[in-house]
């Protein structure tokens, strides 16, 4: 079973993924700031992590760079509602799979989820 960690500071996103990717059958964990991210990623080694940019205590940004120090395997979808060219070069420093930019469909995370878990 593959392992999700859902980085999101918004509930009710955090409530319908979770909800939802427990239904396609993965391993599902959440965090609501960036530093309960960076501890559980280093904790349960997820196969991919959705991760908001801004969060409390750490922004995706720093919980990417401090995920890869330790991790370089799992993927890794941005999801932000403050997209910049500046941002998504910082992305690819990172090896992001997915950068998602806000307001996207629960659908459509989804489907970004099982592509990258495909690769």
């Known amino acids: 079973m593959k392992k999700i960690l859902i980085c999101e500071d918004e509930a009710d996103a955090i409530v319908y993924l979770n909800n939802k990717l427990k239904r396609e059958d993965y391993e599902v964990h959440t965090a609501v700031d960036g ?24 922004d995706g940004l720093e919980v990417a760079k401090q995920i890869r120090k330790s991790d370089t395997h799992a993927k890794i979808i941005f ?34 989820v099982e592509a990258a878990l495909k690769t």
């Open 79 to 112: 999801i932000t509602a403050f997209a910049s060219p500046q941002l998504q070069q910082e992305a690819i420093k990172y090896n992001i799979s997915d950068y998602i930019v806000k307001p996207a469909s629960n659908e459509e995370i989804v489907k970004a």
């Open 35 to 58: 530093k309960e991210a960076i501890e559980k990623a280093r904790e349960m080694k997820p196969d991919l992590i959705l991760l908001d940019i801004r969060m409390p205590k750490f």
